[in-house]
């Protein structure tokens, strides 16, 4: 198998023009509903306000210097809460990540660990005992800068999150985000969807929401390239399904995927299914406590 | 990465010549017993019948119009019980299902959901709240086609299952079934094994049932070529694993491969190891809970 | 799909020239202690003794005739606990496995069951009521001789284990193993790490240990191939993750990958990032019970 010249092939030299972006990102509060709509419409159950609404730690993106937020859009994953901003970055790219810990509620320690990219272990945002200090815990009303490398191999979704001492706390409060970068000549979607699976709040949780409604409805036109960047954190494993529609996996074609905590799926389709569709975890109790969402295709 | 190039030639014109295929299968309660034998001969124990024996829900097939239940089989899943009737197509076909709930003794509310086929959102089998009404709950004495069609990318092995409000406890309680679309141009193998894990009645079933005995003892004789279709509902993640046996996953040899709700492997080989083998989930208490089987190759 | 054709390659006749390699191996009682530093430097907690330490039942090498113990190595995986001494051939090599069960301690009946290789029934490792007698099982003092052969598609990293009716107890007790087969033609690494994750005494375990410092801390400089071989057994289901480094399966990069019992990863790269990486399972209440080391990379 060539699989070790495959990987000296990628790692060979980058891109020599890669632009530099910088980033400038909080860990700030908010108010945060699992479920705003007040419930799950399936089954015509209401949940009590107590039970879906908590106070987020989320990545919210600033202007240079945090001057001020960056505009929200209306792109799922872009600047609304969870998942954070979507990192966006080309093989070749150098990325510089301005972090400051706001989380003035809960006064945790938090940090932002990136997979994807190549770094030093300084910008890992993880802290390892005996070797570098507390360094991947960055205190309220601290800061750090993290230096990312897009390298050959960087391409495709993958996850970003808290990966301070408070991890497990803190990604279930909100601190998870996606890093999407395209192939080298791969063609961009017309439709990009970020699915982020997790536990929150005791509910199971697409982009922070829970039940169709609250989570995101999705929307497309026949004939349109869709991607679905599909992400998971927390404790558990799940199975990506969509309903009435088919992708090829290494060439063989699914409609059910696995994930676990950390893992991601980049799937894509040329739309041709008109309708509104069912996507959901296919574990039953994941399903039926709120991870499931749609996805409405027009002519 | 031709992923996008490739999916597009997939979906591309069908065969002109697919037949039509009309099934016609009922919701229907059987007895069942998950261990019959009346225990688990691997420790020696056994279980109180009260602990093993239910009224199912399953999916029986009948000959047109409903007449009289379709010839019974001695091929697992062909119309034994569970998993219900296997449903065969080929890439082109159009499948009409006739379909009836005949669930007398639970009176619950069913459907079919079909993973596989190009159809139309009116034959998904599924409710969607504000949308399509309760279509997808069919209630006894009701009855729903579904009309289905084999394109380019339904070849492989795939699940069908109840989608109504009842979901989680329908599928406990029988209706689930696979579906199998040879690849264009493939062979067909001297022997097909279809094997359904699920946990039903606090066992952990192949079949819809549990410990070897009860669950099937597949057979085959030295230069068959053997297919497994494995398939998962339910709430769990599982390894199958057959012993004595290889076969390749992407080009690398493997015999443990992981599958979650809804899910499925196809494994092919050429039998060359004549014996008894087991064949289990490789989780332990799953294995010890009832998910393992036997297989007899003779030359 | 040529998947069958490519299995009737596979399966050919074997190298011709074969060695046959015999080993020596013993289930024997020692001490164990899953967190010899005492806890987990990472949130500084410190674990009583009564906690962290047992009586082990481990795989263990001697010399030709059972006469001493083979001599350890620094090598992790290779004889000096858990897992088991690697059990290396190439393909078209036969292996003569000489068992014995020394477990006074507990007094259990033992056995070795194998995946990677061919074998009769009669070399299966486990028991299979009505059929084999106890075979499987051998009883403390007892011996049993397994002839293993290496064929066509052996090749990859596999486990070994107990698969006696006492299969459950004496895996978390640590009777399991590695078995790595290079591809033919494959140049070796220039570094090996046997990564087992299990669950035992309460704690999320790799190779026997919890918590970093305990757990391995591997050693690579830049410019060395250096292999992963990545193995899990017990109960749950993982997710791999190095810190700051990726790979390729099946052409797309990754850096996180599901594992449950029995399935395996060979993970390779050409080592190209100096520092010190974390290495876990990804399942957070996982990484936090203990399944997390060092991987240490100089120039």
């Known amino acids: 198998m060539s699989l070790a010249l495959l990987a000296l092939a990628l790692i060979g030299p980058a891109h020599a023009h890669g632009a530099t972006r910088e980033y400038w990102i909080a860990a700030v509060n908010m108010p945060w509903d699992v479920a705003p709509n ?30 001020r937020p960056w505009p929200n ?9 969870m998942p954070g ?24 320690r938090h940090s932002m660990h990136f997979h994807a990219f ?18 991947g815990d960055v205190p309220v009303g601290g800061s750090r800068i993290y230096r990312l490398k897009a390298v050959a191999d960087s391409y495709g979704v993958w996850p970003y999150h808290d990966h301070s001492s408070t991890m497990g706390q803190s990604i279930e409060l909100g601190l998870f985000g996606a890093i999407v970068i395209p192939r080298p000549g791969e ?36 004939g ?31 409609d059910s995927e696995l994930l676990g905590p950390s893992s991601t ?3 894509r389709w040329r739309e041709g299914a008109p309708g509104v569709w069912y996507w959901h975890c296919h574990v039953e109790s994941h399903q039926d406590n709120g991870m499931i969402g749609l996805y409405r295709v027009t002519r």
């Open 38 to 67: 007040g419930g799950d419409p399936v089954m015509g159950t209401t949940i009590p306000p107590a039970q879906r609404q908590f106070t987020a730690v989320i990545y919210r993106r600033y202007t240079s210097g945090f001057r």
């Open 73 to 81: 859009t209306a792109v799922s994953g872009d600047n609304d809460g």
């Open 85 to 108: 901003p979507t990192i966006r970055a080309e093989v070749g790219d150098t990325v510089v990540m301005h972090f400051r810990n706001r989380d003035h509620h809960y006064g945790l």
């Open 118 to 135: 190549r770094y030093l272990p300084s910008s890992d945002g993880a802290f390892i005992p005996f070797r570098s200090g507390r360094g």
């Open 187 to 222: 063609p961009r979607p017309d439709r990009e969807f970020v699915v982020y699976l997790n536990n929150q709040k005791g509910f199971d949780t697409i982009n922070g929401r829970a039940f169709i409604g609250n989570t995101p409805t999705f929307r497309a036109r026949t």
């Open 224 to 254: 349109e390239t869709v991607q679905w960047d599909v992400l998971a954190l927390g404790e558990n494993f799940h199975v990506f399904h969509v309903h009435g529609h088919r992708w090829l996996r290494d060439g063989t074609p699914t």
């Open 265 to 267: 799926l980049k799937v």
